[in-house]
C-alpha cells in the first residue's frame, strides 16, 4: 500500500475508536469549555506584576532596564546624527552611497537617482522628521539583527549540530506574523521604542542567519580542499576562504533583513515606534485616506531605495572592475568622493542655515486624495449600473463566501476539525507533522479563542482560494507569454519590496473598513510571490517532456494540463505555501482596518493595555500560522529548504 494511504488509513483507524470517546465525553459541538484553560487573567497578573516591579527588581534593575535605555540611546544617538546632518547632507550622503555602491561612474547613476527622488519626495509630501525617525530606527535594527544574525549563521555554517538545532527555530520564526513579535515585548518593555526596536531585532535577524549558514556551507570543497593543502587553518579557511565565497549570500541576506526590518518597523507603531508607521496607524485609525496615502509613499519610496542599493552592491560582487573614466571614480577613491561630497554638502546646508526640510517645500496631497475618495464613495463604491460598485462586491463577497466558511467552520464539530487537519498534515508529511497541526489547531481551543481562530481561518482560506486562482493564472500566462513576464517583473519587483501596512491604504479607500478590505490586502500582498514562484516552476519544466508532447501532437492546453503543471507540482506546492503565510500575515494586521478575529484582539491588547487578551490572540496566531506551515509544507522541502 501507498504510505500515504496507509498513514490515512492508520488516522481513520484511529479516528473510529477516539471519535465516539470524545463525542461521549465532550459533546459534538464547538470546542467543549472543559478542555479550556483561562490564561488571561493569570497573564494579566503577570503584567501587573512586571509593572509594579520595573523600577526595583534586579532583573530589571541590572539587565532590562540597561537594555532599554541602550535602545533608546542608540536610536536617539542616529537621530542626531540625522539631524545635524540636515537635508542637504543626509540626501547627498545617501546618494552618493547609492552611487558607490552601484558601481561608481555612469553605472551607479540609476540607482543615485532612485535615492535622490526618495528622499526629495519624503521631503515634498512634509514627512521628512517621520521618515529620518523611522531611518534612525531602522539603522539600529538592522545592525544588530544583522550582527546577531550573522553570528548565528557563522556557527550554524560551521557547526552540523548547531545547524540542525537551528533550522526548526528560523523555520517557524518565518512563519509568524509580525504581530506575533510585538506582544512578549509590549509585555516586558511597555510601549515605546525599546519593544519597537527589539521586536523588529528579533523579526530580522532570521535571514540573515540563514543565508549565512547557506554561504558558508555552500563554499566550493576545491577551493577548501586547496586552501587546506597550503596549511591554512580553520580560521585562516573560515577568513581567506569561506567568508569572501559567501559574499552574495551575505549581502541578499542582508538585503532581506532590511526589508523586513522596514516591515517590522512599520507595523510597530501600533506600539509606540512613531515614524512613518505612526502616521499612517493614526490616519487609518481615523479613515483619513489622504493622510494614510502621503505617510505610505515615503515607505514606498524608502524601500525601492533600500532594495535598489542593495541589489546594485550584489551585482558589482564578482562583476570585472571598471577601467575607464577617471581615476577618482574607482575603488577606494571613490569612497573617498562620497565622503568629500557628503562634508561639502553638510557644510554647504549649514552655511545657508538649511537643516530642516523647507516647509514652503512641501505639497499637501491629503486634501486632493481626500476629495477624490469622496467622489469614490459618491461614485463608484456603489450605485454603478450592472456593476454595482466596490462596496458591493465587498458585501456581496462577505455574504456568499466568506459568512458561509465561516459559519461551516464555527459549526462543525471541534474533533472533526482536528481530523481534517491531521489528514492534510499526513497528506504531505509524517505522524509528527499531523501531531504538531492537530497540537496547535488544539491549543487555540483550550486558550479559549476558537470562535476567533476559525474566524481568522475562513478569512485566510477565503484570500488564499483567490489569491492562488489569480496567481496561477497569471503565473500561467506569464510563463507562456514573453512579453507578459517582462511586463510584470518591474511590477512585481516593486510590490515585493512593499511593507505589509502599505498595503491596507488603497483597500481602504476602494472598499471601505471591514473583512473584505483586510482579505483584498492580503490577497494584493500575496499574489506577487505566487505569480513569481509559478512562472519559475512552469519555465523549469523539462524541455526534452515538452518536446515529446508536441511530438505526440498535444496541443498548447494539453501540455499545460499534461505535462507542464504535473512537472511544477513541488513549485506549486511552494506557492501554496508561500501564499498562506503572507496572506495569514496581512489578514492579522487587517484587524486594524476591521478584519476582527484574532488581528482585532491583538490590537485591542496593545491599544487598551488589556495585555492578557492580546497574549493569548498572539499565542492564537503562533498556533495557527504553525498549523497552516504543517500542512501546505512537504516535510521534504521542510527538510531541504535552505
Known amino acids: 500500500m501507498h504510505p500515504v494511504r496507509r498513514r490515512l488509513a492508520g488516522l481513520a483507524a484511529l479516528a473510529v475508536v477516539l471519535v465516539p470517546l470524545a463525542a461521549v465525553l465532550w459533546g459534538a459541538g464547538t470546542w467543549p469549555n472543559q478542555l479550556g484553560v483561562d490564561v488571561s487573567g493569570p497573564l494579566d497578573d503577570f503584567s501587573q506584576w512586571i509593572i509594579d516591579n520595573r523600577d526595583t527588581s534586579p532583573v530589571f534593575l541590572y539587565f532590562l532596564l540597561h537594555l532599554s535605555n541602550t535602545s533608546v540611546d542608540a536610536v536617539d544617538g542616529v537621530y542626531s546624527l540625522l539631524d545635524t546632518l540636515g537635508w542637504p547632507g543626509v540626501t547627498a550622503a545617501a546618494v552618493l552611497l547609492a552611487w558607490r555602491a552601484g558601481g561608481a561612474g555612469r553605472a551607479g547613476l540609476k540607482v543615485a537617482g532612485i535615492t535622490l527622488a526618495a528622499f526629495v519626495g519624503c521631503g515634498l509630501l512634509g514627512m521628512w522628521d517621520p521618515a529620518m525617525l523611522t531611518l534612525a530606527l531602522m539603522v539600529v535594527a538592522v545592525a544588530v539583527s544583522a550582527l546577531v544574525g550573522f553570528l548565528?549563521?557563522?556557527?550554524?555554517?560551521?557547526?552540523?549540530?548547531?545547524?540542525?538545532?537551528?533550522?526548526?527555530?528560523?523555520?517557524?520564526?518565518?512563519?509568524?506574523?509580525?504581530?506575533?513579535?510585538?506582544?512578549?515585548?509590549?509585555?516586558?518593555?511597555?510601549?515605546?521604542?525599546?519593544?519597537?526596536?527589539?521586536?523588529?531585532?528579533?523579526?530580522?535577524?532570521?535571514?540573515?542567519?540563514?543565508?549565512?549558514?547557506?554561504?558558508?556551507?555552500?563554499?566550493?570543497?576545491?577551493?577548501?580542499?586547496?586552501?587546506?593543502?597550503?596549511?591554512?587553518?580553520?580560521?585562516?579557511?573560515?577568513?581567506?576562504?569561506?567568508?569572501?565565497?559567501?559574499?552574495?549570500?551575505?549581502?541578499?541576506?542582508?538585503?532581506?533583513?532590511?526589508?523586513?526590518?522596514?516591515?517590522?518597523?512599520?507595523?510597530?507603531?501600533?506600539?509606540?515606534?512613531?515614524?512613518?508607521?505612526?502616521?499612517?496607524?493614526?490616519?487609518?485609525?481615523?479613515?483619513?485616506?489622504?493622510?494614510?496615502?502621503?505617510?505610505?509613499?515615503?515607505?514606498?519610496?524608502?524601500?525601492?531605495?533600500?532594495?535598489?542599493?542593495?541589489?546594485?552592491?550584489?551585482?558589482?560582487?564578482?562583476?570585472?572592475?571598471?577601467?575607464?573614466?577617471?581615476?577618482?571614480?574607482?575603488?577606494?577613491?571613490?569612497?573617498?568622493?562620497?565622503?568629500?561630497?557628503?562634508?561639502?554638502?553638510?557644510?554647504?546646508?549649514?552655511?545657508?542655515?538649511?537643516?530642516?526640510?523647507?516647509?514652503?517645500?512641501?505639497?499637501?496631497?491629503?486634501?486632493?486624495?481626500?476629495?477624490?475618495?469622496?467622489?469614490?464613495?459618491d461614485n463608484v463604491q456603489a450605485g454603478v449600473p450592472l456593476l454595482g460598485g466596490t462596496k458591493v462586491w465587498a458585501s456581496n463577497f462577505t455574504d456568499w463566501l466568506l459568512n458561509p466558511l465561516r459559519d461551516l467552520l464555527l459549526n462543525a464539530p471541534w474533533w472533526s476539525l482536528l481530523l481534517v487537519a491531521a489528514a492534510l498534515a499526513l497528506l504531505v508529511g509524517t505522524w509528527r507533522t499531523a501531531l504538531t497541526a492537530v497540537l496547535a489547531l488544539a491549543a487555540t481551543g483550550v486558550l479559549g479563542v476558537w470562535p476567533a481562530t476559525l474566524d481568522t481561518l475562513s478569512q485566510v482560506l477565503g484570500a488564499l482560494a483567490l489569491t492562488l486562482v489569480l496567481g496561477v493564472a497569471i503565473g500561467v500566462l506569464a510563463a507562456r507569454v514573453s512579453w507578459v513576464e517582462s511586463t510584470l517583473r518591474p511590477v512585481l519587483d516593486v510590490l515585493q519590496t512593499l511593507p505589509q501596512f502599505v498595503y491596507l491604504i488603497p483597500v481602504v479607500a476602494l472598499f471601505g473598513v471591514g473583512r473584505?478590505?483586510?482579505?483584498?490586502?492580503?490577497?494584493?500582498?500575496?499574489?506577487?510571490?505566487?505569480?513569481?514562484?509559478?512562472?519559475?516552476?512552469?519555465?523549469?519544466?523539462?524541455?526534452?517532456?515538452?518536446?515529446?508532447?508536441?511530438?505526440?501532437?498535444?496541443?498548447?492546453?494539453?501540455?499545460?494540463?499534461?505535462?507542464?503543471?504535473?512537472?511544477?507540482?513541488?513549485?506549486?506546492?511552494?506557492?501554496?505555501?508561500?501564499?498562506?503565510?503572507?496572506?495569514?500575515?496581512?489578514?492579522?494586521?487587517?484587524?486594524?482596518?476591521?478584519?476582527?478575529?484574532l488581528g482585532y484582539d491583538v490590537v485591542y491588547g496593545l491599544s487598551r493595555g488589556d495585555l492578557g487578551v492580546g497574549l493569548v490572540a498572539g499565542a492564537a496566531i503562533v498556533c495557527l500560522g504553525l498549523l497552516l506551515d504543517r500542512i501546505t509544507q512537504p516535510t521534504a522541502t521542510r527538510k531541504h529548504s535552505p
Open 152 to 377: 548565528l549563521g557563522l556557527a550554524a555554517g560551521l557547526s552540523d549540530r548547531f545547524d540542525r538545532g537551528l533550522r526548526p527555530v528560523l523555520d517557524t520564526m518565518q512563519v509568524l506574523p509580525a504581530f506575533a513579535y510585538l506582544l512578549p515585548f509590549v509585555l516586558v518593555f511597555g510601549t515605546g521604542s525599546p519593544a519597537a526596536l527589539l521586536a523588529t531585532v528579533i523579526y530580522a535577524a532570521p535571514p540573515m542567519a540563514r543565508l549565512t549558514a547557506l554561504g558558508l556551507r555552500g563554499a566550493d570543497p576545491s577551493v577548501l580542499e586547496a586552501s587546506a593543502s597550503l596549511g591554512a587553518g580553520r580560521r585562516q579557511q573560515l577568513l581567506t576562504a569561506r567568508l569572501p565565497l559567501a559574499r552574495k549570500e551575505l549581502l541578499l541576506g542582508l538585503n532581506q533583513t532590511i526589508m523586513m526590518a522596514l516591515s517590522m518597523v512599520v507595523i510597530a507603531s501600533v506600539i509606540g515606534a512613531g515614524g512613518l508607521g505612526d502616521e499612517v496607524y493614526s490616519a487609518l485609525s481615523t479613515v483619513d485616506v489622504g493622510a494614510a496615502l502621503t505617510a505610505g509613499i515615503p515607505i514606498v519610496l524608502i524601500a525601492v531605495w533600500l532594495d535598489r542599493t542593495t541589489e546594485a552592491a550584489g551585482e558589482q560582487l564578482g562583476a570585472p572592475p571598471v577601467t575607464d573614466g577617471p581615476r577618482l571614480l574607482h575603488g577606494r577613491a571613490a569612497w573617498g568622493v562620497a565622503a568629500f561630497g557628503t562634508v561639502l554638502a553638510v557644510v554647504a546646508g549649514k552655511i545657508a542655515g538649511a537643516t530642516a526640510w523647507p516647509e514652503a517645500w512641501t505639497v499637501d496631497i491629503s486634501g486632493p486624495v481626500n476629495g477624490f475618495q469622496a467622489w469614490f464613495v
Open 516 to 597: 473584505a478590505a483586510a482579505i483584498t490586502a492580503a490577497v494584493a500582498y500575496a499574489l506577487p510571490a505566487v505569480v513569481r514562484i509559478t512562472t519559475q516552476g512552469l519555465k523549469k519544466t523539462d524541455p526534452a517532456a515538452l518536446e515529446a508532447a508536441r511530438s505526440l501532437g498535444a496541443t498548447g492546453w494539453q501540455q499545460l494540463r499534461q505535462v507542464q503543471l504535473p512537472l511544477a507540482r513541488p513549485a506549486l506546492l511552494l506557492a501554496l505555501n508561500q501564499g498562506v503565510v503572507l496572506v495569514l500575515a496581512v489578514v492579522i494586521v487587517g484587524g486594524l482596518v476591521g478584519g476582527g478575529a
